[in-house]
């Protein structure tokens, strides 16, 4: 069965600093990933997509994937207090309709 | 452009009632997936609905069934409901068998 770990931390990173976020996954196969942002109370927002070995930046926002080491990480660059959320990774299964999710971590940035 | 809208925002039954969630999808999409979210937990996907039908299940019981319109909006009816159904039902759209799916705001389910 296909399976996404994240460390639900809190992670805990002052304002201005890179927060690093990971997640690892078991399917080799997978092609696609993505990193939803979800704010407390709220659902998930779809913020990053990465299908290709190596980095993928987007504004302050890289995605990096390692398909060899089957793991995919999230940076945010001059982290804000607007950034603190829990951030979950996903991929396709086995038909492509679902997503499997991770359980996501939970980002504070402290001012 | 419209995203995804979900109704109602909270709701609140008892153990042995039924329930219907509603989901319109985003502006050009085609495709809606349910997905029930606990506590501090990712999103578990419920099933997906295109062209009227049930593409793909989860995991989850005969209790758990679902609608796609004409129009690609869809419902999601669970009966018999039980304390473990509390949760965050979220919605999601995508457009034909893309991965990339968007979510509508959900709705919050508690179960008495």
């Known amino acids: 069965q296909k399976e996404v770990e994240q460390n639900s931390g809190p992670l805990s990173v002052p304002e201005g600093a890179i927060a690093s976020l990971n997640c690892t996954y078991s399917?080799?196969?997978?092609?696609?990933f993505f990193w939803y942002r979800q704010y407390s109370g709220k659902s998930p927002e779809l913020i990053m997509s990465?299908?290709s070995n190596g980095d993928k930046e987007d504004g302050r926002f890289t995605a990096q994937l390692n398909k060899a080491s089957q793991y995919v990480s999230l940076l945010i660059r001059d982290s804000q207090p607007s950034d603190s959320a829990t951030y979950l990774c996903?991929?396709?299964?086995?038909?492509?309709?679902?997503?499997?999710w991770g359980a996501g971590t939970k980002l504070i940035i402290k001012p | 452009d419209a995203g995804v809208t979900q109704s109602p925002t909270h709701l609140i039954k008892t153990r042995g009632q039924q329930v219907t969630l509603r989901c319109s999808p985003k502006?050009?999409?085609?495709?809606v997936s349910w997905y029930q979210q606990a506590l501090g937990q990712g999103p578990q996907f419920i099933f997906q609905?295109?062209?009227?039908?049930?593409?793909q299940r989860g995991n989850f019981p005969d209790r758990f069934s679902g609608h796609q319109f004409p129009n690609y909006s869809s419902e999601l009816n669970v009966n018999a409901l039980l304390l473990g159904d509390s949760a965050l039902y979220l919605c999601?759209?995508?457009?034909?068998?893309?991965?990339?799916?968007?979510f509508g705001p959900g709705t919050r389910l508690l179960v008495l």
């Open positions: 999601a759209s995508s457009l034909g068998g893309s991965e990339t799916q968007y």
């Open positions: 502006s050009g999409h085609d495709t």
């Open positions: 609905y295109y062209e009227e039908e049930e593409r």
């Open positions: 399917d080799r196969v997978s092609q696609s």
């Open positions: 990465i299908y």
């Open positions: 996903a991929f396709p299964g086995d038909s492509n309709y679902q997503l499997i």
